[in-house]
């Protein structure tokens, strides 16, 4: 099992004034990306790394602690509200004040709770918020198994006194409309049990020699295990070294890239010599892989509306060594070439990122159906737009990391409809190798991974 914020509290916290001291850190965190996320809608992850950045001073142990402890309270914030909180105070209408007050009474029982229920060692997490803060009185018997949600929540209304009767519904941990807005093939509860399970990390082998780079890792101390169908994707759980300090990754014999990420370049597959357009290329992550599967051969166009993603594209093209990527600024209204010259074209479009909620957790609660909405229409011109861009005989893929049917399949149809020169292209599922009719969605349980949407069409004329 992992090592979380409450064991690292155990073995690095040895004086009571260094405890109260990241105490007040976390709070003052907590308390800030709260009333930012909940009530200014700003995005959680930003924000924490704005603090960091602005807190150098703090160990890395340190910044640890916190950001499991900050995720921790938005991924069970749907649970705490109602646990911690009164009856009446829903997330949709906390007052900005609630949070400001850092030396509340909720706050050693909605930063307990956050440990708890996300299932770390609590040993430590009591000697912080229990003792120091009044939470509890005496220690409770220890959780039968860290990985049992209802033998969690239930130690943690121990904590809390007297047993209540709030009952918990896994529905409340994700938004209200959220079962309208997907079509899953399980059962809604199955998927959001896994979005309350974060991720393991996954890196990219892009080396022409996978076998050293493996060894090199495995030498670092991370345990690597590769993908069945997809060699070049290394699953290394939830490693404590600092990945950006390895010679594999300064070197560019390695990306940070999560597998359904990854999973995108599978199905677009690129063959040497051939010509591509990634035109929401971000920072350039499907750039590179499209790149790597050109093997040098043929050139990749990356563009984006930011300036700075694409700095970053190409400093990560730098230290992969691909030197057929091509960089420009695009704002989604003419082909950025010669329209038709294209043999593929990659639209990795903008999106809610609902497929990303176990790695931020935190965006559940600033998202609204009038997002998803809004979205769908972007995504729809973008597409129509990137179409210009495929010769006769091409391939466009369209991709989002969310999970929506508005923004994926609806879309698809809708462009289907608009452009009846192009038609849907079946593909074998990158991760399983099970046929497609041309469009899959890819869950949680499918890899251990983000929720992914993939559609690929050929232009017919």
């Known amino acids: 099992m992992r090592i979380g914020a409450a064991e690292i509290i155990i073995g690095i916290m040895l004086s009571e004034r260094k405890l109260n001291a990241q105490a007040r850190a976390i709070k003052a965190v907590v308390a800030e990306l709260l009333r930012r996320v909940l009530i200014e809608h700003m995005p959680a992850d930003r924000t924490l790394a704005a603090y960091l950045r602005s807190h150098r001073e703090m160990g890395s142990r340190d910044r640890r602690v916190i950001s499991e402890t900050v995720y921790a309270v938005f991924r ?49 997490l009591l000697r912080m918020w229990g003792d120091g803060e009044g939470l509890i009185t005496s220690k409770p018997a220890p959780v039968a198994s860290p990985r049992d949600l209802s033998a969690r929540a239930d130690f943690f209304r121990r904590l809390l006194g007297p047993p209540d009767n709030k009952s918990l519904a896994l529905e409340e941990l994700a938004p209200a409309w959220l079962a309208d807005e997907v079509r899953c093939p399980r059962q809604l509860a199955e998927l959001i049990l896994w979005l309350q399970r974060r991720p393991p990390l996954w890196l990219r082998i892009q080396s022409s020699e996978p076998k050293a780079v493996i060894s090199e890792l ?35 014999r390695v990306e940070i890239q999560d597998l359904a990420s990854q999973a995108v370049g599978r199905v677009c597959a690129p063959t040497p010599g051939q010509r591509w357009w990634d035109a929401c290329a971000g920072g350039g992550g499907k750039t590179l892989v499209l790149a790597q599967y050109l093997c040098g051969k043929g050139n990749v166009v990356a563009t ?39 043999d593929g074209v990659l639209v990795d479009a903008p999106c809610t990122c609902s497929g990303t909620w176990r790695r931020n957790p935190a965006a559940r609660w600033s998202l609204s159906r009038e997002n998803i909405v809004k979205m769908a229409e972007i995504q729809t011109k973008l ?7 495929v010769k006769p005989g091409g391939v466009l893929v369209y991709a989002t990391c969310s999970f929506f049917f508005a923004e994926n399949e609806a879309v698809v149809r809708q462009f289907l409809r608009l452009r009846r020169d192009f038609v849907l292209e079946p593909f074998e599922h990158p991760l399983n190798g099970e046929p497609t009719a041309g469009m899959v969605q890819i869950w949680p349980w499918d890899g251990d991974c983000d929720a992914m949407f993939v559609a690929k069409c050929r232009r017919q004329r």
């Open 304 to 342: 984006d509306i930011r300036e700075r993603k694409l700095r970053e594209a190409r400093r990560r093209a730098r230290r992969g060594g691909f030197h057929n990527i091509r960089t420009r600024l695009w704002l989604g209204r003419r082909v950025p070439s010669r329209p038709g010259s294209f």
């Open 383 to 389: 597409l129509v737009c990137a179409a210009e861009g």
């Open 76 to 124: 069970w914030w749907g649970w705490l509200r109602r646990l911690v909180f009164e009856d009446e105070v829903q997330s949709a209408r906390v007052a900005p004040e609630v949070f400001l007050d850092q030396n509340a009474a909720f706050w050693p029982k909605l930063l307990a709770g956050a440990v708890v229920l996300e299932g770390l060692p609590y040993d430590g």
């Open 218 to 252: 495995e030498q670092a101390g991370l345990d690597v295990k590769l993908h069945p169908h997809l060699p070049e994707a290394a699953n290394v759980g939830y490693p404590r070294i600092n990945l950006y300090t390895l010679p594999a990754y300064r070197e560019g």
